[in-house]
T-cell receptor
């Protein structure tokens, strides 16, 4: 049983560029959440997708957007990258009715 | 807004010692609480999930308790081993609304080092 998979694992971008991160949820899960983790900090909630709709959103600007596909996989898009967007981006999947989170290994984004 | 605090920020113990990690939260209207382990540069590994109606959960050498009314949870690790060295994160789940889900609020973690 495959767990949560994320790609790419590492990437480097420059300020102003755009990035897309991808996530495949654990088998049987229908909900995908995205978190941002800065160095030395706990993860911060970005948003959550269920039935291809954004259901909840944390305190992140509109530069952060996402999508969920019919097969439950998800993408996180960040436009107009800032130096402060450098972080580990974590995808978590769950089954809507339980809320228990299972995380992927993350995508490490460095913005120069 | 839910605030989650973990104490201590770092802990170093000799192998074999029993230890307790603490987590406190400000809003007792939670749906569940989950403990995670994170190795450097890696993702989060789920350790234990406690529903708001439960008082504790056990898995192997790990035991997590929840006191919702006082806004506290503890993670007890018995007979610590060097392989337990990692950062331990507490995450509090807000209300689970139908077809909306919930978001988790994380503490900044406790960095544990178990010395052989």
């Amino acid at each position: 049983d495959a767990g949560v998979t994320q790609s790419p694992t590492h990437l480097i971008k420059t300020r102003g560029q755009q990035v897309t991160l991808r996530c495949s949820p654990k088998s049987g899960h229908d909900t995908v959440s995205w978190y941002q983790q800065a160095l030395g900090q706990g993860p911060q909630f970005i948003f959550q997708y269920y039935e291809e709709e954004e259901r909840q959103r944390g305190n992140f600007p509109d530069r952060f957007s996402g999508h969920q596909f019919p097969n439950y996989s998800s993408e996180l898009n960040v436009n107009a990258l800032l130096l402060g967007d450098s972080a580990l981006y974590l995808c978590a999947s769950s089954w809507m009715n339980t809320g228990e989170l299972f995380f992927g290994e993350g995508s490490r984004l460095t913005v120069l | 807004k839910q605030e989650v605090t973990q104490i201590p920020a770092a802990l170093s113990v000799p192998e074999g010692e029993n230890l307790v990690l603490n987590c406190s939260f400000t809003d007792s209207a939670i749906y569940n609480l989950q403990w995670f382990r994170q190795d450097p540069g890696k993702g989060l590994t789920s350790l234990l999930l406690i529903q708001s109606s439960q008082r504790e959960q056990t898995s192997g050498r790990l035991n997590a308790s929840l006191d919702k009314s006082s806004g506290r949870s503890t993670l007890y690790i018995a007979a610590s081993q060097p392989g337990d060295s990692a950062t331990y994160l507490c995450a509090v789940g807000g209300r689970l609304w139908p077809n909306t889900g919930n978001q988790f609020y994380f503490g900044t973690g406790t960095s544990l080092t178990v010395i052989p």
